[in-house]
């Protein structure tokens, strides 16, 4: 697919596929290269993921445009992204219209979230429901695991656990993990057993 794509893309007036890497640290090395005006990156990168590789540019090219274009559709990988500076998300599944008009934006400077990816945000986001991910990780703290245990059982880094608990805290209006807990227990997200 990455082959297809920067043959497309080099045929787009003003765009010029400076570079190309299969993996986490490549791209890292490709980007301190070229420096390029925006950088396409997939989460599932081998090695170093892309969250990680969008981390590692950013700190070093705090600048850095980055649009994420990945086959996730879940709305933790989504945050994730932007959490770590992602300018943009789209799914492989977009049009080549959307996929130029997000390039666009994102080097003009704007940020650009698939329009389904981002109706579902704001469905979440302003309903305050606990993602899928979020009520495991909840359920975890019930039971007294730590991050990085919880990391372990869900197979995430425990800085993504850092995350989830972040999210479900502010969904929740809870200072600390027992007071996450509790109000679990009141809205009927956990059940004693």
Do not use: C
């Amino acid at each position: 697919m990455r082959t297809g794509l920067a043959s497309v893309l080099a045929l787009e007036p003003g765009f010029s596929v400076v570079a190309q890497a299969d993996d986490g640290e490549t791209a890292l090395v490709r980007w301190r290269e070229h420096q390029p005006d925006v950088g396409l990156f997939d989460l599932s990168l081998t090695g170093m993921d892309g969250i990680e590789t969008l981390r590692h540019v950013r700190e070093e090219f705090p600048l850095a445009r980055i649009l994420m274009l990945t086959s996730s559709e879940a709305q933790e990988d989504v945050r994730h992204a932007l959490r770590a500076g992602a300018a943009g998300y789209v799914t492989k599944n977009a049009r080549g219209p959307e996929l130029i008009a997000a390039i666009r934006t994102v080097h003009a400077g704007g940020r650009h979230i698939g329009q389904a990816i981002a109706r579902r945000l704001d469905e979440e986001e302003s309903s305050g429901q606990l993602s899928r991910r979020e009520l495991e990780v909840l359920g975890l703290v019930r039971q007294g695991y730590t991050n990085l245990e919880i990391g372990r059982v869900l197979g995430i880094a425990e800085r993504t656990v850092r995350s989830h608990m972040e999210m479900l805290m502010g969904k929740l209006n809870a200072s600390d993990r027992a007071a996450a807990v509790a109000r679990g227990f009141e809205r009927g997200l956990l059940k004693l057993s």
